[in-house]
């Protein structure tokens, strides 16, 4: 099973692959979706495209958004929902089982501690996946965490 991991945003997305074989997870990739455009319509519409080719590329079963947690910035919490609106829009166009994961729901999953620091996730997804993440940006580490998280959650609706 091939599963996605992504830790929205509006300037950069960052996102994660993983493959789960039995009940072993193994790294395939990850990175950030930078959308382009000199304003929100065209970054969504950007983000949109490039999410699709993502999927298209790598064929994930299931996939893991971040839920927005919250944000002092009204504007930016704003332009994250609309980010978090068009990735999962375009997950469930591609037919791809969506599961939604809290911050802490994440940390806990990967470190068994809600409260875990940056750093410790970052050393707990280094060791589930077998891969050094000294030199992946955080929000593609987050994404791998999300990722991780998501292989062992059930779909409750």
Known sequence: MIIMGIDPGTA?????????TGGKLSY????????SG???????????????????KTKPNKAGV???FFSK??????????????????????G????ELS???????VTGYGNASKKAVSGMVSKILGV???NIIDDATDALAIAITTAYTKQVE
């Open 96 to 99: 791809v089982e969506i599961i």
């Open 66 to 68: 971040e839920k927005l």
């Open 103 to 109: 911050p802490l729901e994440v940390k806990l999953g």
């Open 132 to 134: 050094s993440t000294d």
């Open 73 to 94: 910035n009204k504007k930016t919490a704003m332009d994250v929902a609309h980010a978090r609106g068009i990735i999962i829009n375009t997950l469930e166009k591609s």
């Open 12 to 20: 950069r997305i960052g996102y994660g692959i993983i493959e789960k």
């Open 28 to 35: 395939s990739d990850c990175g950030l979706i930078m959308p």
């Open 38 to 56: 000199d304003n929100l319509r065209k970054r969504l519409r950007s983000l949109e495209i490039k999410l699709d080719s993502l999927i298209k």
